[in-house]
């Protein structure tokens, strides 16, 4: 008779290589639509002898009923494959770890702050902090800057609208150096003492910030020379940069509050910076009419004073060439030193 065998393995093989479900009802119309393989065949049931029709048509409608299966099982099969290509597609990934909380850092200057702390208590200095705003005196008079002198004018700095005892205007200090004549005043010899902190003037460039960073130095006793500035200063700089392979210079230069005053320069004998003189501090012995402003008498008490930049310190130290990064706040900046 007729071979249904073969036409169900056929059309499993075409129902199997249908890749959508359009290709699989056109596959399936060619087997059981209106002329399809096996609707012809039902319709010849009648040509045969009547005692062959019942098995016949029984037979072909067994064929008939596992084609419908093989298409129901690739039909579910092809809606998997969809879903599953949905499902790839649209994937959210929920084990990606959350932004979180990003941990904060000390900005370099603040680290130069802490470094220096270090340094200057393990020889026995002590740590100062003072206002950021200071009277006309303590800013300069009493560092024997006196009214109408022109070195007044290299520190042109910020006023404040309010006035001190003396009638005059309180001002943002332009340096740390009112810091030698407060502590003195208030501690007996032997002053041994670093003051860091903010300091302010009229100046805005590459190379200068209205705002930026000094640390004072003061050392009165009995005997304190420009020897032990010289020790102490230099031994700061080798333990600060981590090397001994750096030389330091006195120039001389002037200060009001010192005599003689002397610019400290260093110079590294390797490294990036190697080979150059770098001008690093002011420096120099406090002048007697500063020690009396202190309360003490010069003829029995002498000493030294400096006063150095943090960011200068900072730039040097890790190769930083503008100083306007340290105040932008820009974290591929600042992610650097954390
Ligand atoms: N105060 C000075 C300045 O800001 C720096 C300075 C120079 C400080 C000499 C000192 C010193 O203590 O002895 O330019």
Same mark, same amino acid.
């Given at each position: 008779?007729?071979?249904?065998?073969?036409?169900?393995?056929?059309?499993?093989?075409?129902?199997?290589?249908?890749?959508?479900?359009?290709?699989?009802?056109?596959?399936?119309?060619?087997?059981?639509?209106?002329?399809?393989?096996?609707?012809?065949?039902?319709?010849?049931?009648?040509?045969?002898?009547?005692?062959?029709?019942?098995?016949?048509?029984?037979?072909?409608?067994?064929?008939?009923?596992?084609?419908?299966?093989?298409?129901?099982?690739?039909?579910?099969?092809?809606? $998997?494959?969809?879903?599953?290509?949905?499902?790839?597609?649209?994937?959210?990934?929920?084990?990606?770890?959350?932004?979180?909380?990003?941990?904060?850092?000390?900005?370099?200057?603040?680290?130069?702050? &802490?470094?220096?702390?270090?340094?200057?208590?393990?020889?026995?200095?002590?740590?100062?902090?003072?206002?950021?705003?200071?009277?006309?005196? #303590?800013?300069?008079?009493?560092?024997?800057?006196?009214?109408?002198?022109?070195?007044?004018?290299?520190?042109?700095?910020? #006023?404040?609208?309010?006035?001190?005892?003396?009638?005059?205007?309180?001002?943002?200090?332009?340096?740390?150096?009112?810091? &030698?004549?407060? #502590?003195? @005043?208030?501690?007996?010899?032997?002053?041994?003492?670093?003051?860091?902190?903010?300091?302010?003037?009229?100046?805005?460039?590459?190379?200068?910030?209205?705002?930026?960073?000094?640390?004072?130095?003061?050392?009165?006793?009995? &005997?304190?020379?420009?020897?032990?500035?010289?020790?102490?200063?230099?031994?700061?700089?080798?333990?600060?940069?981590?090397?001994?392979?750096? &030389?330091?210079?006195? @120039?001389?230069?002037?200060?009001?509050?010192?005599?003689?005053?002397?610019?400290?320069?260093?110079?590294?004998?390797? $490294? /990036?910076?190697?080979?150059?003189?770098?001008?690093?501090?002011?420096?120099?012995?406090?002048? /007697?009419?500063?020690?009396?402003?202190? $309360?003490?008498?010069?003829?029995?008490?002498?000493?030294?004073?400096?006063?150095?930049?943090?960011?200068?310190?900072?730039?040097?130290? #890790?190769?930083?060439?503008?100083?306007?990064?340290?105040?932008?706040?820009?974290? @591929?900046?600042?992610?650097?030193?954390?």
């Amino acid at each position: 008779m007729w071979n249904l065998e073969a036409i169900v393995a056929r059309a499993q093989v075409d129902f199997g290589a249908a890749g959508d479900p359009a290709s699989l009802e056109n596959a399936k119309a060619r087997y059981l639509g209106k002329s399809g393989e096996l609707t012809a065949l039902l319709k010849t049931l009648g040509t045969l002898p009547a005692d062959e029709r019942k098995s016949a048509g029984a037979a072909i409608n067994a064929a008939k009923e596992r084609l419908e299966q093989a298409l129901d099982a690739r039909r579910a099969e092809l809606a $998997g494959e969809k879903l599953a290509a949905r499902l790839a597609e649209e994937a959210l990934d929920v084990t990606l770890p959350a932004r979180g909380r990003t941990r904060g850092g000390v900005h370099p200057v603040m680290r130069t702050w &802490q470094r220096i702390e270090t340094i200057f208590q393990s020889i026995g200095f002590d740590i100062a902090d003072g206002p950021e705003i200071e009277t006309d005196w #303590y800013n300069f008079t009493a560092l024997n800057n006196p009214e109408n002198h022109p070195a007044r004018s290299m520190q042109d700095t910020f #006023y404040v609208d309010m006035k001190d005892v003396d009638g005059k205007q309180l001002l943002l200090r332009t340096h740390t150096s009112p810091m &030698q004549v407060r #502590y003195a @005043r208030l501690h007996r010899p032997p002053i041994k003492v670093i003051a860091p902190g903010r300091t302010y003037r009229v100046d805005s460039d590459a190379t200068h910030s209205p705002m930026f960073h000094q640390v004072e130095g003061l050392w009165i006793d009995e &005997q304190v020379s420009f020897a032990d500035l010289k020790g102490v200063y230099t031994d700061f700089l080798r333990r600060f940069f981590e090397t001994d392979d750096l &030389q330091v210079r006195f @120039r001389p230069s002037y200060f009001p509050f010192t005599e003689p005053s002397a610019e400290i320069d260093m110079k590294f004998d390797s $490294g /990036p910076h190697k080979g150059r003189w770098l001008e690093i501090s002011g420096s120099g012995q406090v002048h /007697p009419d500063v020690v009396r402003n202190f $309360g003490l008498d010069p003829e029995r008490y002498i000493g030294f004073a400096f006063g150095s930049g943090l960011e200068r310190l900072t730039m040097l130290r #890790y190769g930083i060439d503008d100083l306007r990064l340290f105040f932008e706040g820009d974290l @591929r900046f600042l992610k650097q030193f954390s």
